[in-house]
């Protein structure tokens, strides 16, 4: 066995990215909003071609904002993985 590590996606990460994660830092605009998040929001929302566009954290979050504006995230149809756990009531 090997001591060499094998990436899934090997990081890439030039001087532009570095600059900007510093700067994010240095403004105390980590998390969760901040001036870089509305950039990028009104950044997509106008390539797209539409008013508004949202930046979640995970696809997880999206699929959920997806069916509560179409409507279909109430609870007596909503399409859900089986759990792995049984429940009771």
Known sequence: MTDTRIFLSPP???????????????SNWVAPVGPDLDAFEAQVAELVGVRHAVA?????????LALVASGAATPSW????????????
């Open 56 to 64: 979640l954290t995970s696809g997880t979050a999206a699929l959920h």
């Open 12 to 26: 890439d990460v030039s001087d532009v990215e570095r600059k900007l994660l510093l700067a994010a830092f240095d």
């Open 78 to 89: 909503c399409p859900r993985s089986p759990s792995p756990r049984p429940r009771t009531r």
